[in-house]
């Protein structure tokens, strides 16, 4: 059974820092795009930032450009998500997946995270 499990969200203020883990059981984690995904209420999810297989290639959505660092440890089956200059616009719920399109990052994944909470105080 595949499991991808989210942890490190929370409560920040804005221009803080938050680290998003998502640690995987049940697949074969180095054969697996990952990324990173969100959504606020009422709208729709969309791609933060995705990553290849072996982490040497990624794409960031141009809203978190330069503030968000997506990475992965394949020896720990572990994928993150930094962020940085966090917004009161970045609070959503983030959602980690496995098997994305890394170039485009779409909403489109094998297996997704159950999401945690990321809420930016202003």
């Known amino acids: 059974q595949v499991q991808l499990v989210e942890s490190g969200g929370g409560l920040v203020q804005a221009g803080g820092s938050l680290r998003l883990s998502c640690t995987a059981s049940g697949l074969t984690f180095d054969h697996y795009n990952m990324g990173w995904f969100r959504q606020a209420p009422g709208k729709e999810r969309e791609g933060v930032s995705c990553?290849?297989?072996?982490?040497?290639?990624?794409y960031y959505a141009d809203s978190v450009k330069g503030r968000f660092t997506i990475s992965r440890d394949n020896a720990k089956n572990t994928l993150y998500l930094q962020m940085n200059s966090l917004k009161p616009e970045d609070t959503a719920m983030y959602y980690c997946?496995?098997?994305?399109?890394?170039?485009?990052?779409?909403?489109?994944?094998?297996?997704w995270g159950r999401g945690i909470q990321v809420t930016v105080s202003s």
């Open positions: 990553i290849n297989w072996s982490g040497g290639s990624t």
């Open positions: 997946a496995a098997g994305p399109n890394f170039r485009v990052c779409s909403s489109v994944a094998n297996y």
